[in-house]
């Protein structure tokens, strides 16, 4: 139950209701008895189809009988029907639900049934080859479009309401331009900055707009970047925009962008000496210089910054302050494992491998800093899940798992098993509380047995 | 602070099929098979397991059993699904009960209902979301039977409802949500592939769910909620990340949405409580370290220890139990 208010109620009250609600309660478990022995002896009658009709209008929420409904119109009443009258069962339908949407604007069962009757309006009026062959499919569709519009205006957060968006636009028959979706999550957005479900919106229809070449990612980015400073800087307490911002940066390849967005916030924080926002996101963007541009940015300044900015944050937003205790940790460490194992300079396989797998038993295994490189997302993947196997198999309770992973890992069809492979060996090796000898050895043999197919392989 | 009233909580879930004088009892039969794993699990998690009758509670799940889907229904005579069916296998677990399952027929029916996507329908009427593939998952991990799955199709269709801010949604393109992200988290930790998980991303975006009032809430500028204090730790739990937000304030926030005369926990104070409610906030409490309460299996939600001797236990890691 949600947002129902609790009122103290009197003994004589309670029994009073319960009295009241007696005649209600025999009529709906009559009417419910009737209703599943029917369906038990598969009467598809149009008298059952009316009986669901009058449940449903009670209890929206009786998935069992949505199912019957269905059934009854695919066995029971569809099979008698020409197209047209078909298509006026389905209208019909769809009001009942408009009406039960009304009312439970959350309830999965009602959006289901709509999704159902749309997938089931025959074609027509015309016959095949005419032009209004697909007509009654097209009405519906434009009509979805008005309706779903409608459920959001009421609540623009409801996310079953988004859901079903993105299904009806993926459904058209005749697809609509997806650049109006852009025009209407900035209304959205417009409306309401706060609006998450229409920024979330807005960045997928961006990307797949990108990813198909149908906009221009340099320029319309920066006219995102517009419209989210406009956000940031009339509510800099709220998360949305600050969340498609760091979605916009992204993994922050573009030196300039990234110096510029910092500029941008600074001048914010010097309106806003407490934003949490603004110091976050301060701290995310600097560890994105340091990572991707490690040989031409002032690391120590930006370390120290962060360390400054974290200071701060612990204080401002002290609910999170473990969270920024250990990115206070991260920044040095990253700076040193940048050096220490710098992919890109160091081209020999063999060398990269001993260093990874020394540094992920030397500081990522002990239990505080393996969940620290844990969190660092400079390592790839690949090198997260070497990591996430040895420190799973640390923490003591996962032989089975850990083997799997290895196996997994190795399974995998490149180069860098070998390494995730040696990492975890490694990690085996030095760990002595753990596990019996021999499937200790065990592992490490069979790991080094596949870093060396695979090294012979290469 | 006021403390976990758990005397009333349990007479209040005991009360739960004695209200049958009321309509509203008549109107959630739908939900009834949940209801009772709800109620089960937050027994146990107050250590009054046996305050259910154990055979009643068997004969009532056996009563479920759809013979003609092979699966489990929400009450007697409604369809199986996979949410009442997987409530139905953690409920017979729990009593040590799964002999009285045809437990073939059982995995045929979940596994019939994987999609090419590799995401599940929740039944034969084919509505898709990531909380159906979890039912799949975890009722077949409980059922020891995962070797059947086709593991790369499933976390396939993990991977992309994955969203830039590090959550997962219903389905491909929905917005990440709390309660998604548990299921697809929990999925990625049975099938022991959390290497899909962007773990600081999404660890930033779980500790951002708490408000200035201690409660958590299941997406950016929404209003918290008690059943997101299992939702949001359950996830930071299995990342390892409960202690990046402050307990003390969400154990207030939780206690403060007690019933005190009736027992049972709401969704917010003042609200009307519901079984639903009050096993996600004992829920929430087990996994801050709450004294008294037995630990809860995040990944599962379920008694811990039980996990633990099905051998099923994933790398958790819940915050140490008080004392006081």
Redesign the interface.
Known sequence: MHNVKRTPQSKEAIEARKQKEQSKIREYLALTDDILNRKKSKDYSRESLNKTTQILQINPEFYTVWNYRRMILLNGIFPGCSASEINEQLSEDLSLTTTALKAHPKVYWIWNHRRWCLENVPTGPGDAGAPDHLGWRQDYWKKEMFVVEKMLDVDARNFLAWSYRRYVLSSMPIPRNPKTELTYTKRKIETNFSNFSAWHQRSKVLTSLWAKGELDERQSKEAEFDLIKNAMFTVPEDQSAWIYHRWLVGPGHDRDILEREIDTIKLLLEEQPDSKWCMESLVHYNMLLIRNHVSSVNTAELVQECRKLLGELRKVDSARRERYNELGILAPCLLSSLKATDPVQRKDLAQKRDTLADSAVSQGLTEREGRLLLFSDYYYPWERRAITVACSYRTGRKLGAFSTCIRQSCSRNCKQNSIAASVAAAAVLRNRNLGGLETREQVVRDSEHKTMEKGCAQ | MSRLLVPLHVQSIQNLGKSQ???VY??????RMNAVYWGLTALCIMDHKDALDRQEMIDFVTSCWDDEAGGF??HP???A?LLSTLSAIQILIIQDALDCVDVDRVVKFILSLQQPSGVFAG?R?G?I?TRFLFCAVNALSLLGRLSELDVEKTVGYIVQCR???GGF???I?????AAQVFVCVGALAIL?R??EV????L???L??R?LPNGGLNG????LE?VCYSFWVLSAMSIL??V????AE?LTSFILSAQ?T?NGGI??RP?????V??TLFGVAGLSILGYPGLKDLDPVYCMPADLIERM?L???WKNLERRTS
């Open positions: 004088d009321e309509l008549h109107l959630t039969a739908h939900l229904g929400a005579d409604h369809d699904h039944d009427f509505e979301d969203n830039f801010d949604g219903s389905s393109g929905a917005e990440s949500h022991d959390l290497d962007d773990v600081p991303t660890s930033w975006w500790a951002e708490q997406r950016p500028e929404k909620d390892n990340k202690h990046w937000i402050d304030k019933d005369d709401a969704d003042g609200d009307m409580p519901d639903f409610h051998g236990r994933k790398g």
